[in-house]
Structures are given as structure tokens and as C-alpha cells.
T-cell receptor, first 120, second 116 residues
Framework: GAVVSQHPSWVICKSGTSVKIECRSLDFQATTMFWYRQFPKQSLMLMATSNEGSKATYEQGVEKDKFLINHASLTLSTLTVTSAHPEDSSFYIC????????????????FGPGTRLTVT | AQKITQTQPGMFVQEKEAVTLDCTYDTSDPSYGLFWYKQPSSGEMIFLIYQGSYDQQNATEGRYSLNFQKARKSANLVISASQLGDSAMYFCAMREGWSQGNQFYFGTGTSLTVIP
């Protein structure tokens, strides 16, 4: 089945530094990818929709200058947390919708395994 | 209004018993998809089952079945013969319309604990 990978799976960084998280669709092309944030014991909160070759669409309340999203190819989207602070510590998950005719269910979202970010 | 409502923050079930996790949804779009995902403590989201709004029959996938009541806008997940490995968070989700680029709306989740 379709696979989405994320790298790194966990990262610890110092306050004020930037962290880049990669999301790759391994065996299918993804013109759209979604980035979510999840706090402990809470639901997934959509941060932004990443579109290949164009600007990401951010949800209300998400700072686009802080959470930079780049979807440079049909298999790779990156989320960069700039000038990270302890309150940015969270679990970040990306997903990509399956595409008909590419060996995946046409109606499913495939999720990456997530990246746990801790800012000290 | 919430698109997806899960009213059970936590549920307990005895091993080998069946359990129903509730989910109601709100949409005016006649075309939508309903999904259930399992999230164990590792954090990965595992797809369980899907129901399309035009599907006449309730979806089933092994021990998972979806009790789809369209008029009541409910899409409850039924897990039969619970196993210890079923202990996890369960999220109900909806996508409106058929476009793959449409976002998913998630419920707040239900934490299921299977008791030996």
C-alpha cells in the first residue's frame, strides 16, 4: 500500500533555532499534502495544506512566517519551524491523499508516522 | 458547529467483548466520506474503515464495522472480539466532497482501553 515517511521521527532543539521536518510519499505522487499538529491526548489540528508548485494554504491562527512550508516536488513537502520556542513542542504529522490509479485507495489519507518536536 | 463529534473521551471494554465508539457528523454536502483511524501510543495513524455517503451497505473490515445511520448523521465504529492490542485512541473523520485535496475534519477522539 501507499506509504508516507517523515524525517526525523523525533528531534530536540534549543529555543531560537529552526527545525526542518520532511514528509515524503514513497510510492505515489502527492500534489497535495496536509500538515497537522497534535498536543498530548488531543485531536489532530490542521495547520496547512501544502500544494506542489504553489504556496501553502494556512489555517486561521497559524503563523505562516513561523511555520514555513515548501512543496518542491510531487513526493516531498517540508515544514520548517523557525525560531522555535518551547510552546512549539508538539507532535507534527503529515498526510497525503491517495490518488486513483496509482495503487492506492482513491478515498484514503495516508499519514506519516509523525515527528515529535521538543524545544528546550 | 463541530463537523465531527465524539462524545466518549474514554471507553473500557473486556477482552473478547464487542464495543461501539460513537461518532456523529454535521454536513450539508450530499457527498462525503467517513473514516475511522486508530492511533496507538506510537503516534502513527492507522486507517481502519471507510464509508461513503452513497454507500447502501455498512462497511466492514475484519473485526471492524461501521454502523452508518445517514438520517441520524451517525457513523459509529463497532469493534468485535476486542483484543489487548486494540487499546488506543480512535478518531472519526470526515471529508466533504470527492476531491482528494479536501481536508479531513477530525473528532476529538476516544481512548479505548481493553481490559484482560
Amino acid at each position: 500500500g501507499a506509504v508516507v515517511s517523515q524525517h526525523p521521527s523525533w528531534v530536540i532543539c534549543k529555543s531560537g533555532t529552526s527545525v526542518k521536518i520532511e514528509c515524503r510519499s514513497l510510492d505515489f505522487q502527492a500534489t497535495t499534502m496536509f500538515w497537522y499538529r497534535q498536543f498530548p491526548k488531543q485531536s489532530l489540528m490542521l495547520m496547512a495544506t501544502s500544494n506542489e508548485g504553489s504556496k501553502a494554504t494556512y489555517e486561521q491562527g497559524v503563523e505562516k512566517d513561523k511555520f514555513l512550508i515548501n512543496h518542491a516536488s510531487l513526493t516531498l513537502s517540508t515544514l520548517t519551524v523557525t525560531s522555535a520556542h518551547p510552546e512549539d513542542s508538539s507532535f507534527y504529522i503529515c498526510s497525503a491523499p491517495g490518488v486513483p490509479g496509482q495503487g492506492s485507495l482513491s478515498y484514503e489519507q495516508y499519514f506519516g508516522p509523525g515527528t515529535r518536536l521538543t524545544v528546550t | 458547529a463541530q463537523k465531527i463529534t465524539q462524545t466518549q473521551p474514554g471507553m473500557f471494554v473486556q477482552e473478547k467483548e464487542a464495543v461501539t465508539l460513537d461518532c456523529t457528523y454535521d454536513t450539508s454536502d450530499p457527498s462525503y466520506g467517513l473514516f475511522w483511524y486508530k492511533q496507538p501510543s506510537s503516534g502513527e495513524m492507522i486507517f481502519l474503515i471507510y464509508q461513503g455517503s452513497y454507500d447502501q451497505q455498512n462497511a466492514t473490515e475484519g473485526r471492524y464495522s461501521l454502523n452508518f445511520q445517514k438520517a441520524r448523521k451517525s457513523a459509529n465504529l463497532v469493534i468485535s472480539a476486542s483484543q489487548l492490542g486494540d487499546s488506543a485512541m480512535y478518531f472519526c473523520a470526515m471529508r466533504e466532497g470527492w476531491s482528494q485535496g479536501n481536508q479531513f475534519y477530525f473528532g476529538t477522539g476516544t481512548s479505548l482501553t481493553v481490559i484482560p
